[in-house]
């Protein structure tokens, strides 16, 4: 079973940056559209971001919610997910993950995520 590692989490007061990243440990990675999640505590985890394979055209697509303030970008050479977030706000504080997108037929084995607190 591929399994993803996310990394980058942390403490950042509001209008700060954070960049996530995530490798999968699969060279199919660049086989399938990718996305982060995330997850607030006893909620469901929901899509925050897609990035299509490069061999689509890699598009991206956002959640409202962070329109204009997040950038998803892949690299395919280091099976890598990245998640540059600006602006952070509170309602950003959560744990985030990556895994494949929502439209894939395979969905790689959950992460244990990385913890994204925003707070004065």
């Known amino acids: 079973q591929v399994q993803v590692v996310e990394s980058g989490g942390g403490l950042v007061q509001p209008g700060g940056s954070l960049r996530l990243s995530c490798t999968a440990s699969?060279?199919?990675?660049?086989?399938?559209?990718m996305a982060w999640y995330r997850q607030y505590p006893g909620t469901e985890r929901e899509l925050v971001a897609t990035i299509a394979t490069l061999k689509s055209g890699g598009s991206t697509d956002y959640v409202d919610s962070v329109k204009g303030r997040f950038t998803i970008f892949r690299d395919n050479a280091r099976n890598s997910l990245s998640l540059q977030m600006n602006s952070l706000k509170p309602e950003d504080t959560a744990v985030y993950y990556c895994?494949?997108?929502?439209?894939?037929?395979?969905?790689?084995?959950w992460g244990q995520g990385t913890q994204v607190t925003v707070s004065s």
């Open positions: 895994n494949t997108g929502p439209d894939e037929s395979r969905t790689y084995y």
């Open positions: 699969d060279r199919t990675f660049s086989f399938y559209a």
